[in-house]
Each structure stands twice: as structure tokens, then as C-alpha cells.
């Protein structure tokens, strides 16, 4: 076994490595709230009282494995844990596990639990319901890609359980440990009884339990006091969690002046997707502060399974015609809040990043689009563009890219719908041809729903599915990436499963009562205190 602090399972480099949960800090490095950040460490941490949060749109579900919304990941994470997590720097860092082993070949992952761990039920977590759960992932997941393909998971004794894969791969642990779609770990006996269209009952080893979830309205937590923390620092999503309030609100409020005056008033101590219109007011505000943090990619996403957008070369019309800079300064006002990149994944993830297929990004040429409809024979066909008002800037870039697409003659028609109601109807290819959305931050590339065949919308596409089957058991992080940058060639060059317009930063308001905010792909609500007189 060895040691180790943080860590960058290249397997093929460090084969029969033990990693340890030891200490290793959303994108990027964790950005804190100045009051947070400014805390006096030798006083004594206040706890107890309520945090209320107003969130911008309801999470469909709170069930981590079937969603890839960012309402569920924030939401559901106050109440799951997984077997891996990650730090700041998107490194791979044990959670429920205590450490992992992996055997000389590569293909066996032996990960040993931590003992004592208490679901919210009262239930201790063993290995029968580290497997269940492992197994449903696998089956809901859409990021799973083929790294796990024919993958088995056995129980080798109450802690301890084993995974037995078909070829090594040196981003296993990385898979594991991504927080879209994550891999939570329920009591067996909740999947077991758990419908098709996902589980009814919301069990996890958090260090927040669920109290009651009003659709629409609010989502209710309360501090889970049997909850058992990991001794090493917290950093990103790794390290010490602590519940150090009482009770947790979430409350639904599709309406960005609502929750920017709620905010203002104290009935919100913490307020995602503020206008980027208020962030003068906010910093001007005696009480508030706004947090900038990175946050996704703007997208939009086509329907490849029917209608006129499953045609790549109107895709690749589209792709040429649209000025990403234009669709991004309607969505964010201040060239500061975004930046234009070609690159799927995300900059800071310094080993995968890429400008590969760039010189088909941001093309801007509605000319030479217009030439490209005529020559493939478009002939009016309807183009339904589906869109949400529940996060402003979704709905802004909808606004810009419609009006792009009317201008060199496609039949665009923007449909707006609840944010539910989108992540519904995009699983029907029937009833769109595309929509818009953000991707935010993924550890690996088979985690992109950009390239995944298992996406909303998506069919196989042999010659990049191919290459990520390589890219996924490649030997070598170099290899990897070579094929990484083979793949996001040809999706810029020629599929165009998406057309990605830029990364941006999200702003959120907070109350200068509260301490501990940190941004990691998402704000992250363990560890913060509300001081006495937050109303």
C-alpha cells in the first residue's frame, strides 16, 4: 500500500496503489465568500439555526443517478454520499471508502469501507448496499461510458467489496467520482423496492437527512446528527463535511427579481442565478455580496434521432452561422461574467483540455450557411428550439440563436417551458429538434454528455464511440489525450452533436451573515454557518 495525499490514478504508471482517504480544495479552486473565508479559526464555530437557499429552478428529482440537471446535483448531494468524491483539482479522493486497491493488471479495484457508516434510516451502510447501489448506477447513469462495460461488482465481505473490469482503464476512479449522475450509495432495500422510473424514498449517509420535499415549493433538510464525517480537511467535495445548521431550506423561486429581493429582505440568506444586471447592487448592498464562480458551458444540444436536425450537414449549417460572442453577450451582459472556448472540457482541467476542431468555432459566417442549407436541400422544415425562462440566461441565449437561425432562412420556433418540463420532453425526439442548456464541469471526457451516446437526443457515432472506447483503456494519459483531441476534431469538424458557444460564470448572492460558502461545481452547504440575527 501507499500512502498517498491526493489522488491521480494514472493506474498504468501506479499499479497495485492503495489510496487512502487522506487530505488533499467547481470548477477550479474552491471560491468562498470573503466573510467565510475571513472566519477567526481559534473562536469557537457557531452552530445550529436555518439556511435558506433560493434555488432558480425545481430539481426534477432528487434521485442522483437519473438526472444530470444541476437542481438535482445540488439538492441531492445535502443527502448522498459515494464511494469516491473529488477535490478541487478534480482529483479522485475516497469518500465511504476508506481506500481502494488495485490489483497489477489493472482490472480489479478492491475498495474497502468505511465501518460504522449510518444511512438515515438508522441502517448501518455494508457491502450489500455499496453493490446495489453500484449496480444501479451502472444501469441509470448516463456518464458511465465503457469503462464499466461487462464490469462486475461482488461482496467480498460486510466492508469490503471488489470490481472486476473486463480491460483496465486509468479513469475508473475518475468515472466514480464525478458529481453528474453521481453513483450515490442508498440502503439495498430502497433500490429494491424502487419503481422503473427511480426511487421514492430519498436514504443517504449525508450529513443532511429529508424532511419533506413540496414540489415546487421548497425542499426541506435537517442536520442528521449519527452523521460520520472523514478526519482529513475539506477540500471541494472531499474531506470533512460538517452540519453545522440545524435545518436546511431550498425553496423553488423561478423568479429572478423575487429572489433577488428575498435576498434584500433576509427571507434568503443564499440566492442562485441573481440577474448579472444586480451585481453593482449587491456589491453595493451593506449586508449582501455576490460570489462569481465558474460554472458550465452554454450549449445547444440537437435531436440526432429524428427530424430535420438529425441531418449533420444541417447541423454543420447551424454550426456556421451562429456568432458565439453575440449568443454570449446576450446571456451575460459583461464580457467579465463569460469567456468564448472552443474546448469541451472545461480549461481548467489542465490535462484534457483542448482547442481541438477551434477553427469551426465561432464561425459567424451566415453567408456561407445559407449556401450549405441550399446545397443539402433544406426546404422550411421546422426547427423546434426548446428553452426555459427558469434560468435567465438559458432563455436570453434561446432568444439570440433564434433569431440567428430566422435570418438565414431556417424555420426556427422557440418553445419555452418549464425547466421540468424541458428535461421531459427532450427524452421524447419527437417533440423537438433542439434545446438549450449548460454543461457544467466533468473530470473526464466519457463524462461529457456533449459525445455520449447514451445522452437525450444522441445515436451511436462509430468513428468517435471507437475512439473513446480506446481513449477509456488507454494506457497512458498522453495516448488519452491524443484521442481525445482526434474526437473533439471530428465533433466540431463533422457531427456537430452540439454547438458549444462558451463558459461563464454563475452569480449568487449571499448574505454577509453567512460563513462557509464554497463554489465547487455548485455551492456546497456543509461546513457554513447563519450568525444569530439572520432573518
Known sequence: MKLIKSILFMMFLILLTTIVGCSSDSTNK???NDSGDNQNEEEETQTGGVLKIAIDAAPPTLDQPTSTTTATR?????????????????????????????SD???????NLRQGIKFHNGKEMIAEDVVASMERWLEKSTITGN???????????????????????????????????????????IIDAAPEEGVDEYIGTGPFKLVEWKTDQYIHYEKFDDYSPVDFEADGLSGKKEALVDEIFIYIVPDT??????????????AYGVSYDSYDQLQEDPNLEPILAPSANAVIVFNKQKGIASDAAFRRAVNTALDAEKVMMGAFPNPDFFWLDAGY???????????????????ADPEKAKQMLEEMGYNGEEFRLMATRDYDHHYNTAVVIHEQLQQIGINSKLEVYDWPT??????????????????STVSTPPQLLHVSPKAKGSIPEPYMDDRMLALETAPTEEEGFALWEEIQQFAWEEYV??????????????????????INTGPIFWNVTVSEGAD
Do not use: C, H
Open 30 to 32: 474552491d471560491t468562498p
Open 74 to 102: 445540488d439538492a441531492s448531494r445535502l443527502i448522498f454520499e459515494t464511494l469516491i468524491t473529488t477535490n478541487s483539482d478534480f482529483e479522485a479522493i475516497p469518500m465511504l471508502a476508506d481506500s481502494v486497491d488495485i
Open 105 to 111: 493488471d489493472g482490472k480489479t479495484y478492491t475498495f
Open 147 to 189: 469503462v464499466f462495460n461487462d464490469s462486475k461488482w461482488t461482496i467480498v465481505d460486510d466492508y469490503t467489496v471488489n470490481l472486476e473490469l473486463q480491460e483496465p482503464s486509468s479513469i475508473t476512479l475518475d468515472t466514480m467520482a464525478s458529481a453528474k449522475t453521481a453513483p450515490a450509495i442508498m440502503p439495498k432495500e
Open 257 to 270: 427579481s423575487t429572489r433577488l429581493a428575498g435576498l434584500q429582505t433576509g427571507e434568503y440568506d443564499f
Open 345 to 363: 472540457m472545461d480549461i481548467n482541467i489542465k490535462r484534457w483540455a483542448s482547442q481541438a476542431g477551434s477553427e469551426f468555432y465561432n464561425q
Open 422 to 439: 424541458v428535461t421531459e420532453r427532450n427524452g421524447d425526439p419527437d417533440v423537438w429538434e433542439a434545446y438549450i442548456t449548460t454543461f
Open 497 to 518: 452533436p452540439v454547438v458549444q458557444f462558451g463558459g461563464f460564470n454563475s452569480l449568487y448572492g449571499v448574505n454577509k451573515k453567512v460563513e462557509g460558502i464554497t
